[in-house]
Nanobody, 124 residues
Framework: QVHLVESGGGLVQAGGSLRLSCAAS????????LGWFRQAPGKEREFVAA????????DYADSTEGRFTISRDNAKDTLYLQMNSLKPEDTAVYYC?????????????????WGQGTQVTVSS
């Protein structure tokens, strides 16, 4: 069982930046691909970004590519999401997730463990 805990959310003005973190309960360095998802009020949860086990492979949703950067520190069992040039439409609860499947996935059902989420609110 993997427990994931997100932190770093908050309120920020449009154009600002936030860095989200996701701490895993045990070592994930060689076991899981990791991803970030988000869910805005009244909308379905959607893919944001994913990173491979070793950190060498990444994938981004079109809406976040160029503004968001996913990274991981396997020595610290921590996943990050650096979010720059934030927009009001980025407002959502952000979730980290872990997948033991071989490829980077974008579907909710491709991930096996989920955190409880952290709220990000971007004001205009």
């Amino acid at each position: 069982q993997v427990h994931l805990v997100e932190s770093g959310g908050g309120l920020v003005q449009a154009g600002g930046s936030l860095r989200l973190s996701c701490a895993a309960s045990w070592r994930t360095s060689s076991s899981y691909n990791l991803g970030w998802f988000r869910q805005a009020p009244g909308k379905e949860r959607e893919f944001v970004a994913a990173i491979s086990r070793g950190g060498g492979g990444t994938d981004y949703a079109d809406s976040t590519e160029g503004r968001f950067t996913i990274s991981r520190d396997n020595a610290k069992d921590t996943l990050y999401l650096q979010m720059n040039s934030l927009k009001p439409e980025d407002t959502a609860v952000y979730y980290c997730a872990a997948s033991y499947r071989s490829g980077l996935g974008r579907g909710l059902n491709e991930y096996d463990y989920w955190g409880q989420g952290t709220q990000v609110t971007v004001s205009s």
